[in-house]
């Protein structure tokens, strides 16, 4: 068994380099600070499986009752919520902008858990298509310069936020 104190090391070690290539990349694909508008919120959403959007629906119907806007929903992989659904969102809250992030870890494969395939899977994911999703988030925080982001568990631009202490506040639900 792997004392308590290397495994806290390995992943200090991999936060670490994760951190450097996420700040490396987005500097390059062209992020820089903003001054965040106090009223524009930036919500993302996960799209394995229909049970996040289901959420994210419930939720911000909620926010819009009592006047929140938000102008920009970005949907980790747009082409994975069936187009019904897709239209009733757009049809809910049409003065939102979405926007496919095009950038989602298939954590189940339809199937079951299995650590290794999660890996393999998340690898290949941040291998092909790690540059243009920097390079598309920057641009949205660049223009809509949100202060929050709701964010119903989509990983990849929560740890780009992380990643590059943008002065946009992070909220999970």
Known sequence: MVPEIIKRILLAIFAFVVKMHV???ATLMGYKGFEPQPDSILVTCCTN?????????RVLSVLQEAGIKFPVIALAKEQKVPGY?????KARFPDATFVSLNFEIDYDNGKSFNNG???????KT?????????????RLLKKHRPAYCLS???PGVATFINAVNCPTRLVSV
């Open 126 to 138: 941040f291998v092909r298509r790690a540059t243009p999703f920097y390079r598309k988030v920057s």
């Open 49 to 57: 499986g229909l049970g996040h959007v289901h959420q994210m629906e």
């Open 23 to 25: 700040l490396s990349l």
């Open 117 to 123: 395939q999660i890996i393999w899977s998340a690898t």
């Open 85 to 89: 659904k897709l239209e009733s969102l």
């Open 152 to 154: 119903f568990w989509e």
